[in-house]
């Protein structure tokens, strides 16, 4: 399975190769990434789920769902899942084997906390809250050496912990948008120098740059961009386009602009005022 890059079970994908009898189908999967495609309808988190069914059913357990670059949606709004470089096949399923499909399942839930919490259920409410075993023993001894020869010692940045620094912040400053001076909110992450993850928060506002700063606690948002417009389309907010800018990743922008030349003035002046210039990128 290392090293191969394969998309499970979607309907209508041709059959390149079969990988170790499992059924998994070596592939291109044309779709966009699940923290720029951020889906917030039930349909593509039951596909998502049905995904999962599957592999658990071939004995197939991924281990790194919790990125979201492995997920994505395809143009027809269907869920798909990659990089399979650290899944794992098992023959008999027993007791270990029963503990990893179900922190597949944990950490695809936490995805769509962070992007449509709202369509939580009470039994997945309880199953984020009830960590595995091993889950547990990570957190407590294995993370944080990791996180400490990985962030400070050999000067990495990942992107560990996005999705709870935006769950975590996001009720208080989604409460500014209540302000009648500003119009809409949009938080994204981005890559901190050697020390994880920072929230980039995009205000639809009029206000000048020092008041909006002085209204934010750095502690919630490292960094803070007013604009008097977002860019939409067919009324909806391109956040896409806002995450890329909040990452600085400027050929991704060029790529997602296109087609729409009536948000080039726009997004130009959005860019000319971004707050990160660093190229330094999320490794989730």
């Given at each position: 399975?290392?090293?191969?890059?394969?998309?499970?079970?979607?309907?209508?994908?041709?059959?390149?190769?079969?990988?170790?009898?499992?059924?998994?189908?070596?592939?291109?999967?044309?779709?966009t990434p699940l923290h720029l495609a951020r889906p917030?309808?039930?349909?593509?988190?039951?596909?998502?789920?049905?995904?999962?069914?599957?592999?658990?059913?071939?004995?197939?357990?991924?281990?790194?769902?919790?990125?979201?670059?492995?997920?994505?949606?395809?143009?027809?709004?269907?869920?798909?899942?990659i990089d399979f470089q650290l899944a794992s096949v098992?023959?008999?399923?027993?007791?270990?084997?029963?503990?990893?499909?179900?922190?597949?399942?944990?950490?695809?839930?936490?995805?769509?906390?962070?992007?449509?919490?709202?369509?939580?259920?009470?039994?997945?409410?309880?199953?984020?809250?009830?960590?595995?075993?091993?889950?547990?023993?990570?957190?407590?001894?294995?993370?944080?050496?990791?996180?400490?020869?990985?962030?400070?010692?050999?000067?990495?940045?990942?992107?560990?912990?996005?999705?709870?620094?935006?769950?975590?912040?996001?009720?208080?400053?989604?409460?500014?948008?209540?302000?009648?001076?500003?119009?809409?909110?949009?938080?994204?992450?981005?890559?901190?120098?050697?020390?994880?993850?920072?929230?980039?928060?995009?205000?639809?506002?009029?206000?000048?740059?020092?008041?909006?700063?002085?209204?934010?606690?750095?502690?919630?948002?490292?960094?803070?961009?007013?604009?008097?417009?977002?860019?939409?389309?067919?009324?909806?907010?391109?956040?896409?386009?806002?995450?890329?800018?909040?990452?600085?990743?400027?050929?991704?922008?060029?790529?997602?602009?296109?087609?729409?030349?009536?948000?080039?003035?726009l997004v130009e002046g959005i860019v000319s005022g971004?707050?990160?210039?660093?190229?330094?990128?999320?490794?989730?």
């Amino acid at each position: 399975m290392r090293g191969l890059r394969v998309v499970a079970g979607i309907e209508g994908v041709p059959e390149l190769l079969r990988v170790d009898k499992v059924g998994l189908l070596r592939s291109w999967s044309e779709g966009t990434p699940l923290h720029l495609a951020r889906p917030g309808d039930a349909v593509w988190y039951r596909d998502a789920k049905r995904l999962l069914r599957e592999m658990r059913a071939r004995g197939v357990a991924h281990n790194d769902i919790a990125k979201p670059q492995n997920w994505l949606m395809t143009p027809e709004g269907r869920a798909a899942v990659i990089d399979f470089q650290l899944a794992s096949v098992h023959r008999r399923k027993g007791r270990w084997f029963r503990v990893l499909p179900r922190e597949d399942l944990r950490h695809l839930l936490k995805q769509k906390r962070a992007y449509a919490d709202a369509l939580l259920v009470p039994s997945e409410r309880r199953m984020l809250a009830r960590k595995s075993w091993p889950s547990r023993i990570w957190m407590a001894t294995g993370k944080r050496a990791y996180n400490f020869v990985t962030r400070r010692l050999m000067n990495w940045s990942d992107g560990e912990g996005a999705e709870d620094r935006i769950a975590r912040d996001r009720p208080a400053l989604r409460a500014l948008a209540e302000r009648e001076d500003i119009r809409d909110i949009v938080l994204c992450t981005y890559a901190l120098p050697a020390r994880g993850v920072g929230v980039y928060g995009f205000f639809e506002t009029d206000m000048a740059a020092d008041e909006l700063r002085a209204l934010v606690p750095e502690a919630r948002a490292e960094l803070v961009q007013g604009m008097a417009e977002f860019p939409r389309r067919e009324g909806r907010v391109r956040e896409d386009i806002l995450h890329l800018i909040a990452a600085n990743q400027l050929d991704e922008l060029a790529v997602a602009l296109q087609g729409t030349p009536e948000l080039a003035g726009l997004v130009e002046g959005i860019v000319s005022g971004r707050q990160n210039l660093t190229e330094r990128v999320l490794k989730r």
